[in-house]
């Protein structure tokens, strides 16, 4: 397989996940992005042997700083992020068990259960030495409080056997989650950025809002409207039933 150096943009874009899910504070964005660039800037390194090998002065230089999106970030294009940038780092043999990928993860899993997704998981037997199933045995006891023999039971374990990560990209499908994001996607006046399927520019979002909120004032005016109605329409039926003739009397 190839590999590539993903953009700043796609740094951005998981670090800035990480940092509303949490796994980073304001402090850690750019030492975490600088960190994904090494971690990326690595892999190529020892899959192609002329690239740099990756120093923190050269990360520093390469990703200077964290840049916020000034637009809402869709789950999928977070999980996508993820993928693209997780298939360009794994050349590296220390990607594995770095502490780079165990925070991506988090953020990957973190992303997956506020988008509604779950991880598998699977109750299993605890196996001994010998290969057999675990057996915790407690004594049973009589009425005169003596043992009188053993019961037990298999001792189990949780297991994930697919997170919530996994779950997502099986629904969504390899090719809707497997992102770079160009630059033009984050540029205001490239049509990139209105027609982005990875991120919504956040003044669509906000006139979608207003929109909403017009729509629901509308509707509670129209209500209002219509219990006056309807209050009147009751009034002019107590009138015509009431009998002139009462006021007579």
Same mark, same amino acid.
């Given at each position: 397989?190839?590999?590539?150096?993903?953009?700043?943009?796609?740094?951005?874009?998981?670090?800035?996940?990480?940092?509303?899910?949490?796994?980073?504070?304001?402090?850690?964005?750019?030492?975490?992005?600088?960190?994904?660039?090494?971690?990326?800037?690595?892999?190529?390194?020892?899959?192609?042997?002329?690239?740099?090998?990756?120093?923190?002065?050269?990360?520093?230089?390469?990703?200077?700083?964290?840049?916020?999106?000034?637009?809402?970030?869709?789950?999928?294009?977070?999980?996508?992020?993820?993928?693209?940038?997780?298939?360009?780092?794994?050349?590296?043999?220390?990607? &594995?068990? +770095? *502490?780079?990928?165990?925070?991506?993860?988090? !953020?990957?899993?973190?992303?997956? =259960?506020? /988008?509604?997704?779950? @991880?598998?998981?699977?109750?299993?037997?605890?196996?001994?030495?010998?290969?057999?199933?675990?057996?915790?045995?407690?004594?049973?006891?009589?009425?005169?409080?003596?043992?009188?023999?053993?019961?037990?039971?298999?001792?189990?374990?949780?297991?994930?056997?697919?997170?919530?990560?996994?779950?997502?990209?099986?629904?969504?499908?390899?090719?809707?989650?497997?992102?770079?994001?160009?630059?033009?996607?984050?540029? &205001?006046? +490239? *049509?990139?950025?209105?027609?982005?399927?990875? !991120?919504?520019?956040?003044?669509? =979002?906000? /006139?979608?809002?207003? @929109?909403?909120?017009?729509?629901?004032?509308?509707?509670?005016?129209?209500?209002?409207?219509?219990?006056?109605?309807?209050?009147?329409?009751?009034?002019?039926?107590?009138?015509?039933?009431?009998?002139?003739?009462?006021?007579?009397?």
């Amino acid at each position: 397989m190839s590999a590539f150096l993903v953009t700043n943009d796609t740094i951005d874009l998981i670090v800035q996940a990480a940092y509303k899910y949490k796994v980073v504070n304001k402090r850690q964005r750019t030492l975490f992005g600088q960190q994904l660039w090494q971690a990326n800037q690595q892999s190529m390194h020892e899959k192609y042997p002329n690239e740099a090998e990756p120093t923190y002065l050269l990360a520093r230089n390469a990703y200077s700083s964290f840049t916020p999106f000034p637009r809402k970030l869709k789950r999928a294009a977070v999980s996508g992020a993820i993928a693209c940038f997780g298939y360009q780092a794994c050349e590296s043999m220390s990607w &594995p068990t +770095s *502490e780079v990928k165990r925070l991506l993860d988090t !953020v990957d899993e973190k992303n997956a =259960v506020a /988008a509604g997704f779950a @991880a598998v998981i699977e109750s299993v037997p605890v196996l001994g030495e010998d290969g057999n199933p675990m057996i915790v045995a407690e004594p049973q006891h009589n009425g005169a409080g003596e043992e009188v023999g053993y019961v037990g039971e298999f001792q189990r374990n949780d297991v994930v056997t697919a997170t919530a990560a996994a779950q997502m990209r099986a629904a969504s499908g390899w090719a809707d989650c497997f992102w770079d994001i160009a630059p033009l996607q984050r540029n &205001p006046h +490239s *049509e990139d950025y209105e027609n982005n399927v990875m !991120v919504r520019p956040i003044e669509i =979002v906000r /006139a979608e809002r207003d @929109a909403e909120a017009e729509r629901i004032r509308l509707e509670r005016m129209a209500a209002v409207v219509a219990q006056a109605a309807s209050e009147q329409d009751d009034t002019d039926d107590d009138d015509d039933d009431w009998d002139i003739e009462d006021d007579e009397a």
